[in-house]
């Protein structure tokens, strides 16, 4: 079993940064990519940013440009450095995890972390 711990969400001002962090634990498995979606009241979740485990990265068009994705595989760790926040973003932010385990495909969620722009 994998498990996610998010950590880095909280309240900015319009225009200010947040870093998001999560990083996997668990069984032994192999991590074909990891990323971040969120999910905004009445909206349903969407995808942020993604990033495999060759460092291919994957932007909503929304964030390009602000949110930067990067990893570091030694800690099985994801980051999103968000810059230029909107009230826009504001939302419930998912860390999520596909990977491979015993030649079988998974994906695992985090528990996810508020992120509230004001403006």
């Known amino acids: 079993q994998v498990q996610l711990v998010e950590s880095g969400g909280g309240l900015v001002q319009a225009g200010g940064s947040l870093r998001l962090s999560c990083a996997a634990s668990?069984?032994?498995?192999?991590?074909?990519?990891m990323g971040w979606y969120r999910q905004a009241p009445g909206k349903q979740r969407e995808l942020v940013a993604a990033i495999t485990n060759g460092g291919s990265t994957n932007y909503a068009d929304s964030v390009k440009g602000r949110f930067t994705i990067s990893r570091d595989n030694a800690k099985n760790t994801v980051y999103l450095q968000m810059n230029s926040l909107k009230p826009e973003d504001t939302a419930v932010y998912y860390c999520?995890?596909?990977?491979?385990?015993?030649?079988?495909?998974?994906?695992?969620w985090g528990q996810g972390t508020q992120v509230t722009v004001n403006s």
């Open positions: 999520n995890l596909r990977g491979t385990v015993v030649k079988v495909d998974f994906t695992s």
């Open positions: 668990g069984s032994i498995f192999s991590i074909n990519a």
